[in-house]
């Protein structure tokens, strides 16, 4: 996606530059909202915050945005940002210009984890997002394959088939897409060992024959992973696997 320059945020001292005075507590962190109060988002939206020492990456779910802010006194304000041109449905690109313009000028104030920022008629509550949406264990969560990478192309897993992964005592619990088996695994801190599997022998149909080559490809050997929040992310080279958390 292409980033175009917009003018909607536009809260800069009277020589046109930022103050500086950045927080070192917000440097570093992400914020999701959690209540609002004198107005509301679209149903099933979220705001995201992500704070760099200089930059402030902002979604409310659809676009997002990036630019330059500081943190003055009690005082949140951002200058010229950059926004992704995503196609969203109305209310969603609405609420993207509403979320610009409230950034601009903010009262701030951040208690632990929690971040409250207000304009004077809305009010934003947000919550740090190791909080908010802690990282899933590794070992005892069950996980869905939601997106398989071969090189730089990323495809979905096609809609009726299931591929899974579990790992409970040293042990790989698959469904591979089609059929279902698995293994000894090795956990550690960023990588995933997997032993010989076994399976069952189905007769497969192309879709779902197709999910298990890639899943078999992957849980083979080292590699290496990553968890943010909900997502599994297994590296392995030319290949890799998303996974997600199934809800409980």
Do not use: H
Not at 149 to 174: F, M, N, Q
């Amino acid at each position: 996606m292409t980033l175009v320059a917009t003018a909607i945020v536009t809260a800069c001292s009277s020589t046109g530059a930022l103050p500086s005075a950045q927080p070192a507590t917000l440097a570093g962190r992400t914020f999701i909202s959690t209540d609002m109060a004198g107005t509301s988002l679209v149903p099933g939206s979220t705001v995201t915050l992500s704070f760099t020492d200089d930059t402030l990456g902002v979604n409310g779910g659809c676009n997002s945005m990036s630019g330059a802010y500081a943190v003055t006194g009690d005082r949140l304000t951002t200058g010229q940002m950059a926004m992704t041109e995503m196609a969203c449905e109305e209310p969603l690109m609405t609420q993207d210009q509403w979320l610009a313009a409230f950034l601009a000028d903010v009262t701030i104030s951040l208690d632990g984890n929690t971040l409250v920022l207000s304009d004077g008629t809305t009010t934003m509550t947000l919550l740090d997002k190791e909080e908010a949406t802690p990282d899933q264990p590794i070992e005892g969560t069950l996980w869905v394959v939601d997106g398989i990478r071969a090189g730089d192309a990323v495809s979905s897993v096609p809609e009726g088939v299931e591929a899974t992964l579990r790992i409970v005592d040293g042990k790989a619990e698959v469904k591979f897409g089609c059929n279902s088996g698995g293994g000894p695994v090795e956990v550690t801190a960023d990588t995933l060992t997997f032993g010989p599997m076994i399976s069952t022998k189905m007769a497969c149909e192309a879709g779902p024959a197709a999910v298990e080559s890639a899943v078999t490809t992957v849980l083979t050997g080292t590699v290496g992973y990553t968890i943010d929040a909900d997502v599994l992310t297994i590296d392995a080279g030319a290949n890799g696997l998303m996974l997600r958390a199934m809800s409980r």
